[in-house]
């Protein structure tokens, strides 16, 4: 039955060739009663004029025009906007299942939790969407989901693809961010505003930044292995574009967020490891591939990072392909780009 308003959270922008699908697959979901906050982030294509008539169509579908502000911002004026019991993000170059909603509104009922998951597919327009897997659920507290986040096992961290209770971005956060308050580039980094979760604005993988404490936030979440979430991989995304030198900010997030899971999950040091060594290989990634040589300082300075941290690897047991990635790309950038192109021909996120 669908029994309680859920909001979906749709930031747009640049979208016009992708939109559609998107919004297609919301507005057909088995869980009807929903509201679509679509949040135009100043396209200058014609983005907003497509929303603007699914909105005439449907009137769950509210339209809010906005100044460009980023992924963070978008999301953030949705929450400040929506009427419902939960929420859920979802990108507008992506689309879901009709049965998304339904199944992490389900989950949710079934195990009494606050946040739901489900998994993604990353999809191209050469690549299929394949049949969906024997679908298996269960209830993990906090801990075990942030242990599983690091290694991107069954939950991942990024921001789609769940389910939130909207008390989650209602309440003051339980987790003290008391001791970052002292560091004035560490508040660039701290999912709060005006003391509440939001998005931190104006950085790089503002999912990163945010989904740890909302998870640590609950005392369990129900996780789902179905792949309901289409992720589009687009070769123009923030993800491959070419670097900025404020790009490089992202060492200072990860450096902040790790001391904060040390200090809370000790037990956590190779799911640690796990997700610097991704972080570095991701930036290290988009500088190789895009040959930008005005950055050769920092590619040194990733270069000898993963170097280093390739020789701790035999204490510590890391996920195959990130450990792939940091050894190819500590010893030969020639050879990382030839995996690099690999990996994105077979649809990698990123």
Known sequence: MDNELISIIVPVFGVEKYIRDCLDSIISQTYKNIEIIVVDDGSKDKSGDIADQYAEIDQRIL????????????????????????????????FV??????????????????????????FSDNLK?????????????????????????????????KLYHKSIFENSPKTDFSDYMGNKSSLNY??????????????????????YYLVEEVESISI?????????????????????????????????LSKHLERYFPMSKAGIIELKGTIYVKLYKRLVMNNQRE??????????????????????????PT???????SKSRIFFKILSIIENCLGAKS
């Open 129 to 161: 969407i394949e049949t969906e897997k024997k679908i298996t659920t269960r209830k993990v507290n906090s801990d075990e989901a942030i242990e599983l986040m690091l290694f991107r096992n069954g939950i991942t961290h990024i921001a789609c693809a």
């Open 224 to 256: 789902s292995n179905a792949q309901l979430y289409y992720y589009r991989s687009n070769p123009k995304s923030i993800t491959k574009a070419k670097v900025k030198a404020t790009d490089f900010s992202v060492f200072e997030l990860y450096d902040l």
């Open 295 to 320: 950055f050769s300082e920092q590619m040194d300075f990733i270069q000898e990072y993963l170097k280093m941290e390739v020789r701790n690897l035999k204490d510590y047991t890391v996920r195959f």
């Open 63 to 94: 339209i809010i025009h906005k100044d460009n502000g980023g992924l963070s911002d978008a999301r953030n004026v949705g929450i400040d906007h929506c009427h419902g019991s939960y929420i859920t993000f979802i990108d507008s170059d992506d």
């Open 190 to 211: 701290l999912p709060v505003i005006n003391g509440r979760f939001r998005f931190p604005v104006g950085i790089l993988n503002e999912d990163l930044a945010t989904i």
């Open 97 to 122: 299942s009709s049965t998304y909603i339904e199944h992490l509104y389900n989950l949710i009922k079934l195990y009494d939790t606050k946040i739901s998951s489900c998994m993604y597919q990353i």
């Open 323 to 329: 450990k792939i990635r940091m050894v190819v790309g």
